[in-house]
């Protein structure tokens, strides 16, 4: 049955940091990671996909990679903001559904 | 055209009532998926459809929960004889393709409080 841990569960940081979260899925054979950031009483937005072929991808100060090899995956955000301050959630698709971490509560202090 | 809309977006129950929560999806998207998100939890996947048929339910934790989905759009949860474990935000998504690769667009969720 495929796991997914993130760590930290929870991080502060003062704005203007690089910082980089961290999730690891249990079982290797995945056809994509998707990383979501979900706001207090909202649902999820879906920040980055990235097939199992791929090794990153990048959508402005977001990054994300896989190393499927050894069930890896961060999301590096450059020069943190207040606004992004939210819940990140690392998802793994071994078929379908999609298979969920707990999420890191990231705050970002100005 | 607009995203994944949910109702109620709040709804407060007495336990052992009936409740129904609604999903509209993006229009054209095939696939609708049901997650639940307790507090402290992670996402909690209900059911799945793939236009009107569920090709996997497996994640429905009793035979209170039932969902069903009309013309591969609109789909309903229900949950009857509610319980105060059913307590929860109720997520739905929706995706253009099913299964494997598709990104998913998620609704606010319906906040549901048995009392």
């Known amino acids: 049955k495929q796991e997914v841990t993130q760590i930290p569960a929870a991080l502060s940081v003062p704005e203007g940091e690089n910082l980089v979260l961290n999730c690891s899925f249990t079982d290797s054979a995945i056809y994509n990671l998707q990383w979501f950031r979900q706001d207090p009483g909202k649902g999820l937005t879906s920040l980055l996909l990235?097939?199992?072929?791929?090794r990153e991808q990048t959508s402005g100060r977001l990054n994300a990679s896989l190393d499927k090899s050894s069930g890896r995956s961060t999301l590096y955000i450059a020069a943190s903001q207040p606004g992004d301050s939210a819940t990140y959630l690392c998802a793994v698709s071994p078929a379908s559904p999609l298979v969920f971490g707990k999420g890191t509560r990231l705050s970002v202090i100005a | 055209g607009a995203g994944v809309s949910q109702s109620p977006s709040n709804k407060v129950t007495e336990k052992g009532k009936d409740v129904e929560l609604r999903c509209d999806p993006i229009?054209?998207?095939?696939?609708l998926y049901w997650y639940r998100q307790s507090l402290g939890q992670g996402l909690e996947f209900l059911i799945y459809?793939?236009?009107?048929?569920?090709?996997?339910k497996s994640g429905l934790p009793s035979d209170r929960f039932s969902a069903e989905r009309t013309g591969g759009s609109v789909s309903t949860l229900t949950i009857q004889r509610t319980q105060q474990e059913d307590s929860a935000v109720y997520l739905c998504a929706s995706s253009p393709l099913g299964g494997r690769g598709a990104p998913l667009h998620f609704g606010n969720g319906t906040r549901l409080t048995v009392t």
């Open positions: 990235i097939q199992s072929s791929q």
């Open positions: 459809f793939q236009g009107n048929s569920a090709p996997d």
């Open positions: 229009s054209g998207h095939t696939a």
